[in-house]
């Protein structure tokens, strides 16, 4: 019944809507149009009722859902004229033609795109933005759309580090804006401007493009004065960190200055963090070249805070003062004291052909670090000239003092090295034409004035006839010249660029040196004079081609130099080497598919003597090492092979690659090492040809887990190295073998909490000879746990594993609890730590030097708590 | 934040095209969206582009179409950090990535999409949407409109229509009127598109369909690759090789925040 009833309905509806439509639309040459609109209206100026769009072949069907007896039939598709035509209600095929027609459609523009304008200068009104609790400029900052600020204290601008910090216009900390922005208080200024795609090279605005924003601080005064000040205090021992940061602007001049101090561990050096971006150009460092030192062990691998015993006092002064002809002149001065107590012992096997030498030392080491350096800029920037010249100076008055106690006897050692190193950089940028000329001259001076003394006398058998003696000191004095000048364009043709470089540099390094027992010279083997030259042009090119399609990208850069080497001791030629260097490099890399990547790179390139292997005259560098080289300047030819493949599933979050790297070095010297019972080495070179090289295998994969919400990663690498030596007056072959796996694990467990897991075994053997020695292993675990609790809290948990295996096994355990709290209505920052919880005494490390192991054990900060707060005035 | 960073990474390599149809016509709408389904002040307006050919049309946002187009002319031996900054600024910003190619001839819808370096895409079949004609007329922009409605994926939609121009096509993956959609707009006002501009090309422009080297996955699946990707985008930057070097506990609060900012990202479009 009820299946009748349903029978009799749709019998009905298909009686309603029988009334069916089909046809096919044609152009004038008889093709089938697709996608044409076939509508069905009641009359032409009414609504639609039917349509339907017809199909690739041009056929279409059209169901007619109305009582009314007759309609009009519409046809239209761009291009075509309209076709309409009356139809009955009642089944029907209809043939329609269409014939071009050049009517336009109608076009509209009902408003114009909304585009973002860029580039323009934001400002922000303080006031608008400053809540009860902001204290500082970096307050507010934050709060600024877009700003964002680093734990490190760097800025952001849109996910970018900004450019500049200045204040009223004027660039006074270079990159270490960071004393400015957390110290300068916010009461002091009235407005925040952003400069968006700053470029701060005047000359270069509008020919080359900047991403980067800079900020610029606008003060309320003329004149203001303002700053912070921080303040810590811990057990056990008594511990402090303090900091004081006073601050003064004036329309054309500005100041700030700041005073820190700490025996917490913490590094003084990271307070004054540089983030202006490295300037081109070739770069002589300042850094000490440390000849001589007192016997010293190794730091553990982790946070200084749970190891460095210090007592260090910082000042910075800072100061800029706008001249005429829009010049500025900058000074900034810093100065650090610190003392610095490590305790350790180290344990070192050498192996020698058919014998071990063991040796156990444990030392008290005391430094007394004293350092100042500045920079005095002088800056010329204007639309039409870009000058910039820095010079840089750099002093330190370094003690180190030593005790050292060995199975057989006790050393007192004391080194100092006063060092002395300044610098100019003179960058000059000119359009000639259309082209920018890149001007880049840089002249340094470095000089040091080294000693260490040692009693009672070391090296007896050498220096006094296998007699003791009381003391002995070592001199050393060395006076380095350096300055390189170079000029460089950019250019691009078509898929090809070229950036060539043209330049010349020049090197003099004076060494003098001299051993005495108990303040009297020793003979002429003990004494060095030695006068090094080296100077070189250059012609640096790259040439860089990259597909349209980015399949394949090749740069191949060729260097070609001429070097000259002058090498004089005690006033007479010893050695020369004038050579003409063509040093390329080749790297190649192909897309090869979606999942598929390839590259492989090549190139070969020389050095020549290093001063520190050619002195022929005795230097002692430690109370066991002494060296002495009568050989030929060393060349060497580096040839160094990579290739990478890279594969990538990214529907199933999985990733791997695998590379192997090839170094050959082609030696003209072979070193030698005589090891005496006591440890006391004798090091020097002679003439002989040998190869080392090394090869290093890596293999990595990662893949994420979304059930888990975790990413697990693994790698490996295996290297394999080997190098001809000669020890105890027979040629060996030293290999060095190590395989390392690693695991880690990044999880997020909830919103408020993750867990970061990291392991790492390594495995490490030497063979002299192609006989294996000892395996040594190490192994690590960390885990990491934070926690999000509000806003304004945080906490971190680290629960941390050291072991490894060699004659004895040591395991290391370490616990740190981390708290930050802000009370943002009173605006102080209470931060608390607690280091070192298990109160572990010591770290122990063992790991494979040349030919030796060494085991180090270093002496820990005790378990401590520091409780620190932040206020500004 | 986070955004701007990684969308500089992902313009440094435009999807390589070869060429397909031409473009005759092109209508701009401008899509007001609501990206936080809990607040109404969170609406936000682009200008989106649909480029219309004889067989192929490409739809995307505005800040897409321009920033390919700029380094597709950018001379490519000269793609230095500058020079594609300098794009990243000129071209609007976009909250939608991906292109629809829609091919009347096969009756097919493409959707490409790029997640850092890697460019995907999944195929669908018309119709994907019924429609209701309403005898409801009325004149927007000055064109004769017809009133339409249909249910797609979630969502309830008003379309207003016009025969006036005979394409059967529309924003999104909107389609299958007889004549270009005019206005679309949800019954929660949270999508609508409205034409702000629609206009012959003199020139033609070329539709340029990704290469094969994307690869293809189901709808479902690309969600999954965004939702795996916002979770932890640093993860797989560094999978595609770019490395970072975070502090201790950096990388955990930017991904706090980072997650904080997509908790006001929780609208899509398509529902279900």
Redesign the interface.
């Known amino acids: 019944m009820k299946s009748l009833l349903l029978l009799l309905i749709l019998l009905l509806s298909s009686w309603y809507t029988s009334a069916q439509i089909s046809g096919n639309v044609k152009n004038e040459k008889s093709q089938n149009l697709s996608g044409a609109s076939i509508l069905l209206k009641k009359d032409s100026s009414s609504a639609i009722i039917a349509y339907a769009i017809t199909d690739a072949s041009g056929n279409f069907k059209l169901n007619i859902d109305s009582d009314l007896p007759k309609f009009l039939l519409e046809v239209t598709y761009i291009g075509y004229g309209k076709y309409s035509e009356e139809i009955k209600s009642r089944n029907q095929f209809v043939a329609i033609k269409l014939e071009p027609s050049s009517e336009a459609l109608k076009e509209v523009i009902v408003k114009s795109e909304i585009l973002q304008q860029r580039g323009d200068t934001l400002s922000f009104t303080v006031s608008a933005f400053k809540g009860k609790e902001d204290r500082v400029i970096a307050d507010v900052l934050r709060k600024i759309p877009g700003i964002q600020i680093m734990p490190s204290g760097q800025i952001k601008y849109q996910g970018k580090p900004i450019q500049k910090y200045y204040i009223e216009g004027l660039d006074l900390l270079e990159g270490k804006y960071n004393l400015a922005n957390e110290n300068l208080n916010v009461e002091a200024v009235s407005k925040i401007e952003i400069l968006e795609n700053h470029q701060p090279i005047k000359v270069l605005d509008s020919l080359e493009f900047s991403d980067r924003a800079s900020l610029n601080i606008k003060l309320k005064k003329d004149i203001t004065v303002s700053g912070t000040a921080e303040l810590g205090i811990g057990a056990t021992p008594i511990l402090w960190q303090a900091k004081a940061t006073p601050m003064l602007f004036a329309k054309k001049r500005q100041t700030i200055v700041t005073y820190q101090s700490n025996n917490t561990g913490k590094d003084l050096n990271r307070e004054i963090n540089d983030f202006s971006f490295s300037s081109k150009g070739y770069e002589f460092n300042l850094n000490e070249e440390n000849w001589l030192s007192i016997l010293k062990i190794a730091e553990p691998p982790f946070s200084q805070e749970r190891w460095l015993d210090n007592n260090a006092h910082l000042g910075s002064v800072n100061y800029l003062n706008k001249l005429q002809n829009d010049i500025e002149l900058k000074t900034n001065i810093s100065y650090l004291n610190d003392r610095q107590d490590r305790i350790g012992e180290k344990r070192t096997s050498f192996f020698t052909p058919g014998d071990t030498v063991r040796l156990s030392e444990v030392t008290s080491n005391q430094f007394f670090i004293e350092k100042i350096d500045g920079k005095v800029t002088l800056e010329k920037n204007t639309k039409n000239d870009y000058l910039k010249n820095q010079l840089e100076f750099k002093k330190t008055w370094n003690l180190d003092l030593g005790d050292l106690e060995t199975t057989e006897s006790s050393i007192i050692q004391s080194n100092s090295s006063p060092f002395t190193a300044i610098r100019n950089r003179l960058d000059v940028i000119k359009p000639i034409g259309k082209q920018l000329i890149d001007f880049n001259s840089s002249i340094a001076y470095k000089n040091t004035d080294q000693s260490l003394k040692i009693q009672p006398g070391p090296f007896i058998e050498l220096i006094n006839d296998s007699v003791n003696y009381p003391s002995f000191e070592q001199d050393l004095v060395e006076k380095q010249v350096f300055l390189d000048h170079s000029a460089g364009i950019r250019k691009a043709f078509g898929a090809f660029t070229i950036s060539p470089k043209i330049g010349y540099s020049y090197q003099k390094r004076i060494l003098e040196t001299s051993i005495s027992k108990e303040d009297i010279f020793t003979d002429r083997r003990f004494l060095n004079e030695l006068d090094y030259e080296d100077s070189e042009a250059y012609l640096k090119n790259t040439l860089s081609f990259e597909s349209i399609d980015e399949v394949w990208k090749i740069q191949l850069s060729s260097p070609l130099k001429y070097k000259s080497i002058q090498l004089d001791t005690f006033g007479a030629q010893r050695s020369e080497i004038n050579r003409l260097l063509f040093e390329p490099q080749l790297s190649l890399f192909k897309k090869i598919s979606a999942n598929w990547e390839a590259s492989i790179s090549g190139g070969l390139n020389y050095e020549f003597g290093d001063i520190k292997r050619l002195f022929p005259g005795y230097v002692a560098t430690n109370y066991r090492n002494i060296q002495r080289y009568e050989n030929p300047i060393l060349e060497q030819q580096n040839q160094n092979y990579r290739t990478r493949l890279t594969y990538r599933q990214p529907l199933f979050q999985f990733f791997a690659n695998a590379s192997y790297n090839y170094r050959r070095t082609a030696n003209n010297l072979l070193f030698t090492s005589k090891i005496a019972q006591n440890g006391q080495t004798v090091v020097g070179a002679i003439a002989a040809d040998n190869i080392s090289s090394a090869h290093v295998f890596n293999f990595d994969t990662s893949k994420f887990f979304g059930k888990i919400q975790s990413t697990i990663k693994l790698n490996s690498s295996l290297s394999f190295s080997s190098q001809d030596r000669v020890l105890n007056e027979s040629k060996v072959q030293v290999e060095n073998r190590s395989v390392n796996f690693a695991l880690s694990i990044d999880s997020e467990i909830t919103e408020w909490m993750s867990i970061n897991y990291n392991s790492s075994f390594t495995f490490s053997r030497l063979s002299i000879d192609a006989e294996p020695l000892q395996n040594i292993k190490n192994m690590k675990h960390l885990l990491a746990t934070y926690l999000f609790l509000k806003d304004n809290q945080y906490i971190d948990i680290e629960v941390e594993y050291y072991g490894n295996d060699f004659e004895t096994n040591n395991d290391n355990y370490f616990l740190n609890i981390g708290y930050q709290y802000s009370i943002k209505e009173t605006g102080l920052d209470l931060n608390l730590s607690w280091n070192n919880i298990l109160n572990t005494k010591e770290y122990v490390d063992i790991y494979a030097s040349e030919f030796s192991y060494i085991e180090n054990r270093y002496m820990l900060r005790p378990s401590q708590i520091l409780a620190s707060v932040k206020f500004s005035f | 934040?986070?955004?701007?960073?990684i969308s500089?990474i992902i313009c440094t390599?435009a999807i390589?095209q070869n060429i397909k149809d031409q473009a005759?016509?092109l209508a701009?709408y401008?899509l007001e969206h609501q990206p936080d389904s809990t607040n109404v002040d969170s609406k936000k307006?682009?200008?989106m582009r649909l480029y219309i050919g004889d067989?192929i049309s490409m739809f995307a946002s505005?800040g897409t179409v321009i920033k390919d187009s700029l380094l597709a002319n950018t001379?490519?031996?000269?793609?230095s950090?500058?020079?594609l900054?300098?794009i990243?600024?000129?071209a609007?910003?976009t909250d939608f990535t991906y292109w629809i190619f829609k091919n009347?001839?096969?009756?097919d819808i493409k959707l490409y999409d790029k997640?850092v370096k890697?460019?995907?895409h999944y195929e669908e079949v018309e119709p994907l949407m019924q429609w209701n004609?309403e005898?409801?007329?009325k004149e927007i922009?000055?064109?004769d409109v017809?009133k339409a409605t249909t249910t797609f994926r979630g969502r309830d939609y008003t379309a207003w229509f016009t025969?006036?121009?005979?394409?059967?096509n529309g924003p999104y993956k909107f389609s299958?009127?007889?004549?270009l959609i005019i206005d679309i707009v949800d019954v929660n006002n949270e999508y609508s598109f409205?034409?702000?501009?629609?206009?012959?090309l003199n020139p033609s422009r070329f539709i340029e369909v990704p290469?094969e080297?994307?690869?293809e996955?189901s709808r479902e699946?690309l969600t999954?690759?965004w939702d795996?990707y916002h979770?932890?985008p640093f993860?797989s930057l560094?999978?595609?090789?770019i490395t970072f070097g975070f502090?201790?506990?950096?990388k955990?609060?930017l991904?706090?925040n980072h997650?904080e900012e997509r908790k006001l990202i929780n609208n899509p479009l398509e529902l279900e």
């Open positions: 934040m986070l955004k701007f960073f500089f390599s390589s005759n016509y701009i401008e307006k682009e200008s067989h505005s001379d490519r031996s000269n793609k950090i500058a020079a900054t300098k990243q600024s000129e609007p910003d009347s001839k096969s009756g997640i890697n460019t995907y004609i005898p409801d007329t922009a000055g064109y017809q025969p006036e121009i005979p394409i059967s299958g009127l007889p004549g409205k034409l702000k501009s629609f206009k012959k290469s080297k994307s690869i996955l699946k999954e690759l795996n979770r932890d993860s560094e999978q595609s090789g502090e201790a506990g950096v955990e609060e991904m706090k997650r």
